[in-house]
Nanobody, 122 residues
Framework: QVQLVESGGGLVQAGGSLRLSCAAS????????MGWYRQAPGRQRELVAT???????GYADSVKGRFTISRDNTKNTVYLQMSALKPEDTAVYYC????????????????WGQGTQVTVSS
């Protein structure tokens, strides 16, 4: 089994900052891409940022210059530093990871965390 546990969400005023963390644990041989998604009420889940194992990152246009994704491969953990937050950033934030569970399993499976609420007040 593989579990992803997010933390760091909360309530913040517009212009403030929050740092989300997501740690993968369980039967893990290697973690490949990791990412953050978000889902606001009444809207589809959308990509926020991704980070490959070698550190290559990508961002949604709506968060470029405000959010920074990083990861610690020794801890199988991904972070999302969010700054200059806006009310439209309010959503449940989910992390995901592509995990290879053993040397004998050649494919990666995707796992999701349970989500953490981020609320930005105006």
């Amino acid at each position: 089994q593989v579990q992803l546990v997010e933390s760091g969400g909360g309530l913040v005023q517009a212009g403030g900052s929050l740092r989300l963390s997501c740690a993968a644990s369980g039967t893990i041989f290697r973690v490949n891409d990791m990412g953050w998604y978000r889902q606001a009420p009444g809207r589809q889940r959308e990509l926020v940022a991704t980070a490959s194992r070698d550190g290559t990152t990508g961002y949604a246009d709506s968060v470029k210059g405000r959010f920074t994704i990083s990861r610690d491969n020794t801890k199988n953990t991904v972070y999302l530093q969010m700054s200059a937050l806006k009310p439209e950033d309010t959503a449940v934030y989910y992390c995901n990871a592509y995990v290879r569970r053993s040397p004998t399993i050649l494919t990666y499976s995707i796992y999701w965390g349970q989500g953490t609420q981020v609320t930005v007040s105006s």
